[in-house]
Each structure stands twice: as C-alpha cells, then as structure tokens.
T-cell receptor, first 115, second 115 residues
Framework: DAGVIQSPRHEVTEMGQEVTLRCKPI?????LFWYRQTMMRGLELLIY????????DSGMPEDRFSAKMPNASFSTLKIQPSEPRDSAVYFC?????????????FGDGTRLSIL | GDSVTQMEGPVTLSEEAFLTINCTYT??????LFWYVQYPGEGLQLLLK?????DKGSNKGFEATYRKETTSFHLEKGSVQVSDSAVYFC??????????????FGKGTKLSVKP
C-alpha cells in the first residue's frame, strides 16, 4: 500500500521566493495534518483538515503561510514570501477522521532550506 | 491543557542494554497513547499504541503499558540494538470532541546505541 507521499523531498531557494509543498494522503484517509520540525521548536502542528475542510490553523506561523486541500487526495502548503527562519522539515500526515485510536501516518517530509 | 512530557535526551546505551524512556501525560479525559519512532532522514512511524488503561502495546521488542493511576506510558526494551538508534516520540490523542485524532507530541528523546 502506498503511504503518504510528499514532494519535493528537498527544496533550496532564496528568501522572498514562493515555496509550494505537496502532499498526497493515504487513500481512504479523511484527515490530513501539516507539521513543521526544527531543532529549536521540535514538532509543531501547523494546520489540519477533516474531509478537505480546514479545522484548526492556529499553528500557522503567520499570513505568509497558507494551506489548501482541493480534494481528498491532494494538499498544498505554500509560503510566500519565504524567509530563512522558515527553514525546517515539513511533514504531512493522514489518518481516519474522528477516530482517536487510529494512528497518523507520516510522509518522509520535505527538507526546506531558505537562503 | 493536554500535554505530554518525556525524558530529555540524548540517551546513549551499549548494545544489549535495557532501555527505558519515561513518558507522562496530562489530559482531562481518557486519551489513546502512542509511541512513534523517527529514523534519520525519515518521517515518524508508529511503533506501538494503547487505547485504554492497563493495555500493553508492543512491537519489535518494545513495550509500553498504559498506567492511568500514574498517567504514564513508559517505553521499554530488554536488549537494544544499534539499529534502534533513532528519536522516539510519545504522543496522546483525545477520545472526544472535534479534535479526535489530533496528536499531542512530547519533545522527543534521541537514542544512540553503540556497538
């Protein structure tokens, strides 16, 4: 079975550029989560969706960050304009909505470096 | 609010040593509890879970028991291997409300096993 698929795996770009991270959740999963991981702050939940609807975006750092889920099989996280402090590993995860004992399944992440 | 506290790392052990990583939680209800493992350069993978008091989760020689009286979910392994070197995350998920399935993570404990 295919797991959560993220692209690109690595992204290096200059500050001020727009960055788009992509995620394909596991088929049949209807919750999708975006996380950011850094050495200083650990693993942070940015936003999550249930049935393609954003439920809680309180973890999104600022207006430069936006996330969309146009359908059940695709989501994007966009940073515009990007800044060096956005450098981190970004993970996408999916699970079955409303089921607390169902685990989240993580992708391998996108390692983002903003120069 | 709900939270997870796990022991600070890094933890360095010799091969075949006994491992314990402590995890305690604070929750207003009855959460499900998880241990995730992150190998270098990869996303988080579910290691084991327990959904109610006194449940024992186990996988790959690792075990953890859901202790409601001490609000703990300590991870143990009787004999670690070099291949167990990774970062281990304790997490909880609440069983009620609109946030079912959301995970609250501890900060992670890095384990290094020396041959």
């Amino acid at each position: 079975d295919a797991g959560v698929i993220q692209s690109p795996r690595h992204e290096v770009t200059e500050m001020g550029q727009e960055v788009t991270l992509r995620c394909k959740p596991i088929s049949g999963h209807n919750s999708l989560f975006w996380y950011r991981q850094t050495m200083m702050r650990g693993l942070e939940l940015l936003i999550y969706f249930n049935n393609n609807v954003p439920i809680d975006d309180s973890g999104m750092p600022e207006d430069r960050f936006s996330a969309k889920m146009p359908n059940a099989s695709f989501s994007t996280l966009k940073i515009q304009p990007s800044e060096p402090r956005d450098s981190a590993v970004y993970f996408c995860a999916s699970s079955l909505a409303g089921r607390a004992n169902q685990p989240q399944h993580f992708g391998d992440g996108t390692r983002l470096s903003i120069l | 609010g709900d939270s997870v506290t796990q022991m600070e790392g890094p933890v360095t052990l010799s091969e075949e040593a006994f491992l314990t990583i402590n995890c305690t939680y604070t929750a207003t209800g009855y959460p499900s509890l998880f241990w995730y493992v992150q190998y270098p350069g990869e996303g988080l993978q579910l290691l084991l879970k327990a959904t109610k008091a006194d449940d024992k989760g186990s996988n790959k020689g690792f075990e953890a028991t859901y202790r409601k009286e001490t609000t703990s979910f300590h991870l143990e392994k009787g004999s670690v291997q070099v291949s167990d070197s990774a970062v281990y995350f304790c997490a909880l998920s609440m069983n009620y409300g609109g946030s079912q399935g959301n995970l609250i993570f501890g900060k992670g404990t890095k384990l290094s096993v020396k041959p």
